[in-house]
């Protein structure tokens, strides 16, 4: 077999085992009770879904950080994305300014692979007041402020519970 061929298998077969350690289990409540998840031009439902489906990946993605077979259980009960909807002539845009900030409100759980609960807490209520005042790293994409706020979180918070150095 040759080196490309050997290289290829080798991200087929080996990359999958390590790209997910940990996962997410995501519950929502309605969106329609949520404090700001309006959408601005685009139809509700389909907005709804794909805040849900943004969050849920980012979730994952730091569930991905925890050790194999450790679940990271979150339900959401409250969010308040950054900006606001605000009216553009015959459009509705989402501003983004500092006087409206990303809050969102959870309970969340860390199981280890036995299912014992490592962490969790009943009333998580995180803020960003200052979410525009650090430098914007990375891409720029959809829920930006709002995934740095719970990832910053989650690296303060669940990591060094989960993995003590």
């Known amino acids: 077999m040759n080196t490309l061929k050997k290289i290829a298998v080798a991200m087929f077969v080996l990359v999958p085992a390590f790209a997910h ?3 997410a289990v995501v519950k929502w409540h309605d969106f329609d009770d949520y404090r700001d998840v309006r959408p601005s031009n ?3 439902g389909a907005y709804h879904k794909r805040i849900a489906a ?3 990946k980012h979730f994952n993605k730091l569930a991905a950080k925890l050790p194999k ?3 990271f259980n979150v339900e959401v009960t ?3 994305l950054a900006g606001d909807v605000q009216f553009g002539g015959m459009n509705e845009f989402r501003i983004i300014k500092p006087i409206y900030i990303p809050r969102i409100e959870f309970k969340y759980s860390v199981t280890d692979k036995d299912g014992q609960i490592l962490s969790e807490n009943n009333n998580v209520s995180l803020k960003d007041m200052g979410f525009m005042d650090r430098i ?3 891409r720029d994409e959809e829920f930006y402020y709002d995934k ?5 979180w989650f690296d303060k918070e669940i990591i060094p519970k989960v993995d003590p150095q």
């Open 21 to 23: 350690a940990g996962e």
């Open 42 to 44: 685009d139809v509700k």
């Open 54 to 56: 943004s969050f849920e």
């Open 69 to 71: 077979g450790y679940k």
């Open 78 to 80: 409250e969010l308040d």
């Open 136 to 138: 914007k790293r990375g």
């Open 148 to 152: 740095r706020m719970i990832t910053e």
